[in-house]
Every structure is written in C-alpha cells, then in structure tokens.
C-alpha cells in the first residue's frame, strides 16, 4: 500500500507526478502495488505523519487489501515509523529506506556495494529500537536492564564500528581514484549527469559503442563508468556515466557517494542530461541543480542535453525549443540516443570544447622528423604552416600530453603562445 501525503502547497500535477514515481520506485524494488492512499496536509502529524482519520482508515485499507507492506513517499521519523508499525501491524516503509533498498540491489562493484551499506546504517541507527520491541527494555540501574536494552546497546556499537570501517576504507579508494585522475589529467573529460532514468547509460553507449547495462527502470545504473568516445578529428574524450538523482534523494545516500560523484567534479564540462519527453522535466532539472549545488558542483560549465526527441513530434520539439530558449540562457542540445545521427550535435559540441581548452603554440620541426609532424597533425589541430628551409614552422592547438611528448623530441623549439 503506498500513501502520499504532500502538503497543500504542492500543485495537484506536481502531487499526482511524486506518487507515479513512487508506484515505479515500488515496482523497481519487485513490490506489488495493491493500492494507494492520499491525503493533502498542513504539516506532518508528529505521531502517524498522516492525520489519526487517515492512520485509521489505512489500517482498513491494510486489512481488505491483505497487504503487508506501507510504503509512504516521505521521511519518517523513528518515532513515526515506530508507531505507524504498532497501530498498523504492518511493515512501514519510507521513501528513503526503499531508495535505499533499490541501491543494495543494483550496487554492482565493492566501491558501491559499501556505500550503500555505510548509507543503510546511517539510515538504520537512529531507528534501532523499533526492531526490538519484542524484547524487554526494562530501564532502571545497573543490572535492571532487560535483554533488549543490552542488545540495542550492542547493535549500537557494532554498528558506529562498521561505520567507522567503511570510511575508512572508502577515504582510500578516493584516494586511489585520485590518483587515476592525476594519470590522465590532460585527458578532455566529461561527465553525464540528469534524472534518474532520463537516459545518460543510453547517450554513453550510442557516444562510446560501449556494451553497457540499459533498463526502462529507477536507477538502472549506480556504479559509474567511464570510455574514450572518437569525438571527431582523431580526438577522444573521456566520458563519466554517474548515478541518476531524484527528488528527495537522502543526504546520506548523497554523503556517502560522494567520493564517486567526485568525477563529477574533476569534470571540463557536465553534461546534464533530460528527459525531454517527460512532462514534468522542469521539476526534474531543478532537483539536479540541487543536489549538484550541495555537492559544491552549482558554478560549474553545464551544457543541457534534451534527450529522447524521438518520442516527440515535430510540433511539440519545436514548442519545447522556445521555451528552452525562453527559460534559460545556458546553452543547449537536442539528441536522441536511439535514433541514426541522433548525437552527432553532441559529439560536434565535444569536439568544440576540447579544442577550446587546447594549448595554442607554435613549434619549429625540422624537416626530417616526419613523425613528429604527424603527431601534430594527428593529435591537434593546425592553424598555418610555412617552411623555411630545414624547419617546418607550424601554428597548432595541441593537448598538455601531446605537447610534453614533443618537447622531449631532439630538435624542436616551441616557441610559446602564439
């Protein structure tokens, strides 16, 4: 039984959008959705979140539907979850505990796997007591406490320990990661980051050729993945698949991904991809702005990739290019990342930004060292060329490694800017 209870503030399309995306959480999660209820409110109830009618009309509901699960779309505290479990006499569930189970299980790789838990027991500590309420906690002086209040006690330390481990461990391979990143840091990087679901492991795999893991499905990607995408010209760029965000998505989860997200951060240029054929793309782009504000990312260059054009039609992609060209002043593109040609914008505007970060110099070759010609033709772009003799004098746009390699070549001068 899934309940949404958004406050009166709340548009009734807004509303009636949060639940649809909390009945196809459910369904990513493998539950069966055997109802729904709702209610419109001032605030949260401190007791049931939901007023003490609803709590008792839910508990109705439970007992027709045969249902044993509630799952509510917004956070709960302990002492709600606490005592919408013992009036219901079902299993309670909020939006967070089930993003969070969905993680568990589509986290592929170690690094993954640990964040989720360290975010899961993040989640679970301070809602320990309602897992030992068949247990006596009798409170008292030493010697008075009941078996539950000793276990509760131990779970406590045993879980702040793990914390405490997976930090650590996690504090390394950030470090790890750091050091890849220094390995290839004149490498052009992009990063792809959007809405769960608005199609970023599609557009990598059409840039890249990549045979990576695509389902219609909330949070079908979770462990990042980077490939070399041919951007045109013989010049490649690296481009970061990460993991999608959601409205109301736990600062935990984002805590503890954080050091993943970080390729976000060490990124030339995010890509923040959109779901352009969804109606409530507005609300979506808004909550990545968001999250990327808290990860400290706000200030970086975006450029905004309406995907999924092929599910609109002529006169509706043109309605939705002016009021993208009204709305925002940042640049934007539209793709499609199943259609023949349909990211050929985006690979153009890759290669543009590449070559705008490319050191401009002048080299002087001599005439005999064929292969380092070559190399500038090959890895950069040339400006002008003239020959004067035994030098070759050659104005090009070249990347940082390019460059270091030719410096180490006998016999050539670079000059500097040109």
Known sequence: MLVAAPTKHVPSSAADEHLNEL?????????????????????????????????????????HATADLVIFDEELTPAQGKNLESFLGARVMDRTELILDIFATRARTSEAQMQVELAQLEYLLPRLKRMWTHLSRT??????????????????RLISRRIRDLRTKLETLAQRRATQRKA????????????????????????SGANLFIEDRLFATLDPATRAVDVGNGARALVTDTVGFIRKLPHHLVASFHATLEEAGHADVLLHVIDGAHPGWEEQKAVVEEVLAELGLGERQVLLVFNKIDRLTHAEEEALRERVATLFAQDFLFVSAVEAGGLDALRARLLQELRARLAE????????????????????????????????????????????????????EIIGAA
């Open 184 to 207: 290839r840091s004149g490498e052009f990087r992009a990063a792809l980051v959007g809405y769960t679901n608005a199609g970023k492991s599609s557009v990598l795999r059409s840039l």
């Open 139 to 156: 409170r008292g002086g030493i010697g008075l406490r009941g078996p539950g209040e000793m276990q509760l006690e131990t779970d406590r």
């Open 361 to 412: 110099v002048e080299l002087r070759i001599p005439v005999e060292d064929g292969e380092a010609l070559a190399a500038v033709y090959r890895e950069g772009e040339v400006l002008r060329r003239s020959e004067n003799g035994t030098i070759i004098s050659v104005v090009a746009r070249l990347p940082r490694p390019a460059l270091g390699r030719l410096q180490r070549r006998n016999g050539i």
């Open 23 to 63: 009945v196809r959480l459910a369904d990513t999660a493998g539950a069966k959705m055997v109802g729904t209820l709702r209610q419109r409110i001032d605030a949260p109830h401190p007791k049931f979140y939901i007023g003490e009618g609803k709590a008792l009309e839910l508990r109705e509901q439970l007992k």
